[in-house]
């Protein structure tokens, strides 16, 4: 059967691959896709490869917040952090070394998951694969949201203005809850939602697709450029189509009690306090395109190596 535009490239390579030297495998004979089950390792890849990437690419993720939060250029975003000092740089680090792990491994295992189930489902109804699979990485991305209070720690810590309020990533989790009740940990839900769905959509539609409009690979170092190129690309693009709502996302999460204003509200406050400017409410749009390509690349390699050699 041929394979649909929604298959990743991982779904397309065979599975029992494992790095071997001397005759014997590296990995023990598939100990990690024992332990985990062959739909476990898709959590598992999804986890490891965003935890590289968290690590690697951090630094940068804070510059852009600070160009999100108060519309300043990158070298003034760069002066903040400075003024804060070496010690504050990683501040902030653990809430999204959490939720990228889970929610980049909620992203993949689900999708294959769901794809599975609902492509079982679908077998004799003549739904189209590509709707199947579309609906399958909505669910996905909708599910990611469940971990919104990561985001909205990660906002709080590294918001310079709340510096002297929250100590660390427990503190600032005990205080919301304490004070304000668990709905102020899901402040920001809705543009969380709304981008999360619609990208993943894209993401694994895309994906295929744009690997085999790259030169062929003739061997593994080939195949990795192609991943680390393809993830990027889709990951700069849908980080600039979906830009606007990451805006209003750490515009809402950097506000501590009071009322939940809508979406569209938010967004029309940012509007006018950046005088109507698009070129103004895209600010850091610049820095956040090459963060994705190179943190997407991560992913997308880290990930279909680690499904290799599993």
């Given at each position: 059967?041929?394979?649909?535009?929604?298959?990743?490239?991982?779904?397309?390579?065979?599975?029992?691959?494992?790095?071997?030297?001397?005759?014997?495998?590296?990995?023990?004979?598939?100990?990690?896709?024992?332990?985990?089950?062959?739909?476990?390792?898709?959590?598992?890849?999804?986890?490891?490869?965003?935890?590289?990437?968290?690590?690697?690419?951090?630094?940068?993720?804070?510059?852009?917040?600070?160009?999100?939060?108060?519309?300043?250029?990158?070298?003034?975003?760069?002066?903040?952090?400075?003024?804060?000092?070496?010690?504050?740089?990683?501040?902030?680090?653990?809430?999204?070394?959490?939720?990228?792990?889970?929610?980049?491994?909620?992203?993949?295992?689900?999708?294959?998951?769901?794809?599975?189930?609902?492509?079982?489902?679908?077998?004799?109804?003549?739904?189209?694969?590509?709707?199947?699979?579309?609906?399958?990485?909505?669910?996905?991305?909708?599910?990611?949201?469940?971990?919104?209070?990561?985001?909205?720690?990660?906002?709080?810590?590294?918001?310079?203005?709340?510096?002297?309020?929250?100590?660390?990533?427990?503190?600032?989790?005990?205080?919301?809850?304490?004070?304000?009740?668990?709905?102020?940990?899901?402040?920001?839900?809705?543009?969380?939602?709304?981008?999360?769905?619609?990208?993943?959509?894209?993401?694994?539609?895309?994906?295929?697709?744009?690997?085999?409009?790259?030169p062929e690979a003739t061997s593994k170092a080939g195949n990795l450029v192609n991943d680390f190129v393809c993830g990027g690309l889709l990951g700069a693009g849908l980080g600039i189509m979906f830009y606007p709502l990451n805006v209003v996302k750490s515009r809402a999460q950097s506000q501590v009690g009071g009322a939940f204003n809508p979406c569209r509200e938010v967004l029309l406050t940012v509007w006018r306090e950046r005088g109507g400017s698009i070129a103004m409410l895209f600010r850091g749009a610049h820095l956040n395109y090459h963060r994705s390509l190179l943190s997407w690349g991560i992913i997308n390699a880290t990930y279909e190596?680690?499904?290799?050699?599993?």
């Amino acid at each position: 059967m041929a394979v649909s535009t929604m298959d990743s490239e991982s779904a397309r390579t065979p599975q029992t691959q494992a790095l071997t030297k001397g005759g014997h495998s590296l990995l023990s004979a598939g100990i990690l896709t024992t332990r985990f089950g062959p739909q476990g390792k898709h959590y598992v890849c999804g986890s490891l490869a965003a935890f590289t990437n968290i690590l690697l690419t951090f630094p940068i993720q804070k510059v852009l917040f600070r160009q999100q939060l108060h519309g300043v250029l990158a070298i003034d975003a760069v002066r903040q952090l400075q003024r804060d000092g070496l010690r504050n740089l990683y501040r902030g680090l653990l809430p999204p070394l959490l939720q990228k792990s889970t929610t980049v491994a909620i992203m993949f295992g689900l999708y294959e998951d769901f794809s599975r189930v609902l492509l079982d489902q679908a077998g004799s109804s003549g739904v189209p694969e590509l709707i199947t699979r579309s609906f399958a990485a909505a669910l996905a991305g909708t599910a990611e949201a469940i971990l919104t209070p990561f985001e909205r720690v990660q906002t709080l810590l590294q918001d310079h203005r709340h510096h002297g309020r929250f100590n660390n990533t427990a503190h600032t989790f005990r205080t919301l809850v304490t004070e304000y009740g668990v709905r102020e940990c899901y402040r920001g839900l809705v543009p969380i939602l709304l981008r999360n769905g619609p990208s993943n959509v894209l993401f694994f539609g895309l994906r295929g697709p744009i690997k085999e409009q790259l030169p062929e690979a003739t061997s593994k170092a080939g195949n990795l450029v192609n991943d680390f190129v393809c993830g990027g690309l889709l990951g700069a693009g849908l980080g600039i189509m979906f830009y606007p709502l990451n805006v209003v996302k750490s515009r809402a999460q950097s506000q501590v009690g009071g009322a939940f204003n809508p979406c569209r509200e938010v967004l029309l406050t940012v509007w006018r306090e950046r005088g109507g400017s698009i070129a103004m409410l895209f600010r850091g749009a610049h820095l956040n395109y090459h963060r994705s390509l190179l943190s997407w690349g991560i992913i997308n390699a880290t990930y279909e190596l680690l499904l290799k050699l599993l």
